[in-house]
């Protein structure tokens, strides 16, 4: 297992965004194809919606061990071994749980040990580089260490659940920042100045990072509600 190289986060955001662009793309190409063909009926047309994307996305990990976006980035998926390819139920349920929760179950491949995403997790798989040869050096990362030796850590459960408290107190209240930040003219009528638009898009930069940093805190047991205890104090 110490063998393993792991990508940084940014090659998969890199995969993740390459196949946000491709999935959506063929699915279009898919609709061209079914209205060519003939092919008008709803259920056939959906049919052909969700067998492009299973396709692409759960029957490639399984199969292949990676999507089109891995496989540019030369990074694949695999079991926690760091060599198998996960099975297609693995594969199937890694998909719906990453595009249900999006980026935000990416910021967890910043802090657990084996760099794994909240799909990872679930799902018992990782992401590792195909090949290090001609790679620099700060594009392999190790396998985490957590220092159990000198803190104790909550369960892992109570970290989810603090964590996941202050990303929603801190989501509601950057909407009433927003919300008092922008004009009435753009909360009542939708007329938004180029100040109200950067406002917002301040904000949204403001909350991407207040959600990323409260969630690495969290799992590393750093909130209030869920932080680790040195040794020496616990009896």
């Known amino acids: 297992m110490n063998n393993i190289a792991y990508p940084r986060l940014i090659k998969r955001i890199q995969a993740f965004l390459i ?19 003939g092919i008008t009926h709803p ?25 089109i ?45 084996r760099h794994q995403a909240v799909h990872d997790l679930i799902t018992g798989s990782m992401v590792v580089h ?18 159990h030796t000198a803190y104790a850590y909550p369960p892992v459960w109570r970290r989810i659940v603090v964590a996941t408290a202050y990303v929603i107190s801190a989501t509601v209240a950057l909407v009433i920042v927003s919300t008092l930040a922008s004009s009435t003219a753009c909360t009542e009528h939708g007329q938004c100045s180029t100040l109200d638009d950067l406002s917002a898009a301040a904000l949204s930069v403001l909350w ?18 869920c932080r680790r205890r040195p040794l020496k104090s616990v009896i």
């Open 19 to 37: 196949d946000s662009l491709l999935i959506p793309a063929a699915v279009f190409a898919t609709l061209i194809s079914s209205n060519v063909l």
């Open 43 to 67: 259920y056939g047309n959906a049919l052909l919606l969700t067998g492009t994307i299973f396709v692409l996305e759960p029957v490639m990990v399984a199969l292949t061990g990676g999507t």
């Open 69 to 113: 976006g891995h496989h540019l980035l030369k990074i694949r998926v695999t079991k926690t071994d760091g060599a198998s390819n996960i099975n297609i139920f693995a594969a199937t349920a890694r998909f719906v749980i990453k595009w249900l929760l999006g980026w935000l179950s990416l910021i967890f491949v910043l802090t657990t040990t």
């Open 130 to 147: 195909k090949n290090t040869a001609g790679l620099p050096a700060y594009e392999i990362l190790s396998e985490r260490t957590i220092d």
């Open 208 to 225: 991407f990072i207040t959600i990323g940093w409260l969630t690495v805190r969290g799992w590393n047991g750093m909130l209030y509600g």
